[in-house]
C-alpha cells in the first residue's frame, strides 16, 4: 500500500511538473506571440509611426501577396515589348501602395516582426547620424532565414565581431591586390567572348545575357578571390543560387510563428544545399591551407587573407566557411546583375554603346587592359552610377536597432527592425526631378550623386561604416566586362524579351535577358 501511496505521489508530482512546464513554454509564447508584439505595435504608434493593419499570426504578409498578383495580373495586360523604368510598382507592389497611403516612413508587419520602412533620405541621415557600423544590428528573423546563406559572414555579423571580420577582410581588396586579379578577369571574359564567336558563326546571335554574365562572374570570384577552377567552384555557385531559388522564389511565411513547419519543404532543401556548399568550401580551404604550409602559395587573395587570420586564432572554422559563402555569393551577384542591367539599357540606347565605345579607343587604345587605366572610363563610371540608380541589384538594405534612436522625436524603440528602400528612393521624382526614371548618365558628369537634392538618396552600395565592402573590385570588374565586350560587340533587344524586374533577395530580370550580339 506504501509503495503504491509513493508511486502516486511520484506520479502526481510528475504530472504537476509537467503542467507547469507546459504552462511556462504557452507563456513564453504567448508572451513572444502576442503580448511584446501589441506592446511594440502601441509604442511605434505613440511615437507616431503609421502603417497597414496586421492581422494575427501574419502581419501583412497576405496584404503583400494580393498586391504583388494584382500587380502581375495587370504587367501580364501590358504590351510584353515596352520597357519602362518606373519599377518601384512592379518590383515591390506593396511598398510602393503604402507610400502612396501612409508616406515615406511608416510600420508594416512580417508575420509578428515589426519594420519601420524607410524612403525618406532626410530620416534616414538623422537615423544613422553617430551610429557605428559595428553598432547595427540585422534583424535576427532574416539571420535564421538565410542562415544557409550566408551564415554569420559579414552580411550579418554585428558588433565587435563585424569590426574583426571587417579588419581581416578589407587588406584583401587593397589596390595592388585588386591590380593582380586584371589577367585573371581578363581571361574568364575573353574565354566567354570567344564561346560567342564561335555561336555567332553557327547561326545563332541571340544568348541570354544574364545567365552568360551570371556565370562568367561566378568564375571570376572563384579564381580571383579564392583560387579556385574547375567543377568545385561551379558547383557551389550552382547551389547558391538553387538555395536563393528555394528561399525567395516562392510563397513563404518570414516573421510568422512556427514558420519552418509552414515552409517544410523549402528549408529542408535550403539545409540540405547549405551544408553541401559547406562541405565543398570546406574541401578547398583545407586544400589551400595545404599550399600555405609548403609555401607554394602566398595568400595575398581574400581566402589567403581569411586563412592567415585562421592560422593566428582569429577564425573559427565555421567563420572561414561563412565568409567564403557570403563572398561567393556577394561578390558575384552584385557585379554580374549590374552588368545584366547595363546590357539591356545600351541595347536599348546604342548611342551610349558609341559613346563609351569611343571612350575606351582613347582611353586603352589597342593595348591590353591595365588596371591604372580603367579611372579614365569616366563616362562608363556615368552609365554604371545611372544603371545602379534605375535597377540597384542590391534593392533594399535592413538593420535592426541596437538602441532607442530619436529620429526628430520620433523614437525607433531598441530592437526594431529597419527596411530601408533603396529603389523607391532612387526612382523619387521630389530627389531626383521629372526624368527620374529616364537613362541619362550624364546627371553623373561631375556629380556623384547625380544631382540627387539629398546625398543619402543615392547608395548602390549602402550606407555608413557598412557600406559594401568590395564596391571597388565590383567596379573594376563592371568596367574590364564592358571594355572587352563593347569593343568586339554590339547588342540589341532580342524581341522575345519580357520586361519584368523581379525583387528576388536582388533586383534581376523575371524572364532572363535575351539579347541579339553581333560582331562590330
Wanted: with cysteine; aromatic share 12%.
Amino acid at each position: 500500500m506504501e509503495f503504491l501511496d509513493e508511486v502516486s505521489r511520484v506520479w502526481y508530482m510528475f504530472f504537476y511538473v509537467f503542467v507547469l512546464v507546459l504552462c511556462l513554454m504557452f507563456f513564453k509564447l504567448f508572451l513572444r506571440c502576442w503580448i511584446l508584439p501589441v506592446r511594440t505595435q502601441k509604442k511605434l504608434r505613440e511615437n507616431g509611426f503609421k502603417g497597414p493593419q496586421p492581422s494575427f499570426p501574419f502581419g501583412n504578409l497576405n496584404d503583400m501577396k494580393k498586391l504583388k498578383m494584382a500587380s502581375v495580373m495587370v504587367n501580364n495586360s501590358k504590351s510584353s515589348t515596352m520597357i519602362n523604368h518606373d519599377i518601384h510598382s512592379i518590383a515591390l507592389p506593396h511598398f510602393a501602395q503604402w507610400q502612396q497611403d501612409y508616406g515615406k516612413v511608416f510600420v508594416y508587419w512580417l508575420g509578428i516582426e515589426p519594420f519601420v520602412y524607410i524612403a525618406d533620405p532626410e530620416f534616414l541621415s538623422v537615423m544613422s547620424k553617430g551610429v557605428l557600423g559595428k553598432s547595427w544590428g540585422k534583424p535576427n528573423v532574416f539571420k535564421k532565414d538565410r542562415e544557409p546563406m550566408f551564415g554569420t559572414g559579414l552580411v550579418m555579423v554585428e558588433g565587435d565581431d563585424w569590426t574583426r571580420h571587417r579588419h581581416i577582410i578589407t587588406p584583401a581588396f587593397a589596390p595592388l591586390n585588386l591590380k593582380a586579379m586584371t589577367n585573371m578577369m581578363v581571361e574568364s571574359i575573353s574565354n566567354m567572348l570567344d564561346r560567342w564567336t564561335i555561336q555567332i558563326n553557327s547561326g545563332n546571335p541571340e544568348f541570354d545575357m544574364e545567365s552568360e554574365i551570371i556565370g562568367t562572374a561566378g568564375e571570376i570570384i572563384a579564381k580571383t578571390s579564392f583560387g579556385v577552377t574547375g567543377e568545385n567552384g561551379t558547383q557551389v555557385l550552382k547551389n547558391l543560387r538553387a538555395v536563393q531559388f528555394a528561399l525567395f522564389n516562392s510563397n513563404r511565411y518570414v516573421g510568422v510563428p512556427f514558420s519552418n513547419i509552414l515552409s517544410f519543404k523549402q528549408n529542408v532543401k535550403a539545409k540540405e544545399l547549405g551544408r553541401e556548399i559547406d562541405g565543398r568550401l570546406l574541401s578547398f580551404i583545407n586544400e589551400r591551407k595545404r599550399s600555405l604550409v609548403k609555401g607554394d602559395d602566398q595568400g595575398h587573395d581574400l581566402l589567403g587573407m581569411l586563412l592567415k587570420a585562421d592560422r593566428t586564432g582569429n577564425f573559427t572554422a565555421k567563420e572561414l566557411v561563412d565568409e567564403c559563402k557570403t563572398f561567393f555569393f556577394a561578390g558575384h551577384e552584385t557585379t554580374a546583375l549590374a552588368l545584366t542591367w547595363t546590357f539591356m539599357l545600351l541595347a536599348i540606347h546604342p548611342e551610349w554603346q558609341n559613346t563609351i565605345r569611343e571612350e575606351i579607343r582613347q582611353v586603352i587604345g589597342d593595348s591590353k587592359i591595365e588596371y591604372n587605366k580603367l579611372a579614365g572610363l569616366k563616362k562608363m563610371s556615368w552609365v554604371m552610377n545611372e544603371v545602379l540608380r534605375l535597377y540597384p541589384p542590391a534593392p533594399n538594405a535592413q538593420r535592426q536597432a541596437r538602441k532607442d534612436i530619436d529620429v526628430n522625436g520620433r523614437v525607433i524603440p531598441n530592437g526594431t527592425n529597419i527596411w530601408i528602400d533603396v529603389v523607391a528612393m532612387h526612382h523619387d521624382v521630389e530627389l531626383w526631378g521629372d526624368d527620374v526614371n529616364e537613362f541619362k548618365p550624364e546627371r553623373f558628369d561631375g556629380d556623384l550623386y547625380g544631382g540627387c537634392k539629398n546625398k543619402m538618396g543615392f547608395m548602390p552600395f549602402g550606407f555608413g561604416g557598412r557600406m559594401c565592402i568590395g564596391r571597388n573590385l565590383t567596379t573594376m570588374e563592371y568596367k574590364i566586362v564592358l571594355s572587352l565586350v563593347l569593343s568586339r560587340f554590339e547588342i540589341s533587344v532580342s524581341p522575345g524579351y519580357r520586361h519584368s524586374p523581379t525583387y528576388m533577395l536582388s533586383l534581376r530580370p523575371g524572364y532572363g535577358l535575351p539579347l541579339i550580339v553581333r560582331p562590330i
